[in-house]
């Protein structure tokens, strides 16, 4: 497969993430609720890899790997966030002014530019892996390598970690007795963001798996940036920040003696 022809299904996957996006944007407009695009998130990922997999018609069993792989996280993600945050209303980053998601100043057609088409194009950079990996793939039969069989590991710790993360949070918030208190149980012990965590840990197992390509190392960028915004951006600074002012003591004190991000034992950091 040439250069070009890559780029030409790269391009391709991008463009079908917009038109996704913008069919996306019309439906939340309608609903005055921006933060529904976060139902969709995972499988806006998941399908970079799916596009990509039409396009070259090679269903190698590592490049089925990879699309199921992350179909799976995209739809486990997909009910999650959609269980959590039905009849919830609009999520806090969409309206804090210092926050990425920001939408207030912009508008409408703003938000369509810089929140819909730019979750499109960062969920078109992540899922690289799923992307590149599938380039001069071998023919349906062939097997993973050793090394993808690591990943294929490392992806199922990392689903594992958020799934039951979220599932943790979930039943604790459901309990009325836990009422402004703070989660510090379970994996929640452990760091304060096992959900984050695990979705870092996905997307390099899926990067392994892709790495059996010779493309696959140049999609060590989407788990890098995927990191850089759980840790400094929407995910771990963002939600500390928040915390911190809802709990100023009680979260402050669950910092002192539980890791920001990589599970450690409570207070051995």
Excluded at 1 to 11: D, G, H, Q, S
Excluded at 191 to 206: A, C, E, I, M, Q
Aim: charged fraction near 15%.
């Amino acid at each position: 497969m040439w250069t070009y022809e890559i780029a030409n299904i790269l391009l391709i996957n991008l463009g079908f993430l917009f038109v996704l996006s913008a069919l996306l944007w019309v439906f939340c407009t309608a609903l005055s609720n921006v933060s529904i695009i976060d139902r969709f998130w995972g499988p806006l990922c998941a399908a970079s890899g799916a596009f990509t997999l039409i396009q070259t018609n090679v269903f190698s069993d590592h490049a089925i790997v990879l699309v199921a792989l992350s179909g799976i996280w995209a739809i486990r993600l997909a009910w999650y966030i959609t269980l959590k945050n039905w009849n919830a209303g609009q999520d806090a980053r969409y309206d804090d002014e210092t926050s990425p998601g920001i939408t207030r100043a912009r508008g409408p057609f703003g938000t369509l530019i810089f929140v819909f088409f730019g979750q499109a194009t960062l969920a078109w950079l992540i899922s690289a892996p799923i992307q590149l990996g599938q380039f001069y793939s071998d023919s349906a039969g062939q097997g993973l390598s050793t090394l993808a069989y690591i990943g294929v590991g490392v992806w199922t710790v990392g689903f594992l970690f958020e799934a039951i993360g979220d599932w943790q949070l979930r039943s604790f918030k459901l309990n009325p007795d836990n009422k402004g208190k703070i989660m510090d149980q379970g994996l929640w012990a452990w760091t304060r963001h096992p959900n984050y965590f695990g979705d870092s840990v996905v997307w390099f197992g899926l990067l392994l798996i892709a790495l059996e390509n010779p493309l696959g190392i140049y999609s060590i960028f989407g788990p890098l940036i995927m990191l850089y915004f759980l840790t400094k951006q929407t995910g771990r600074d963002f939600t500390k920040r928040i915390m911190l002012a809802k709990y100023p003591v009680e979260y402050a004190e669950y910092i002192e003696r539980t890791s920001g991000f990589f599970p450690l034992p409570p207070s051995r950091r």
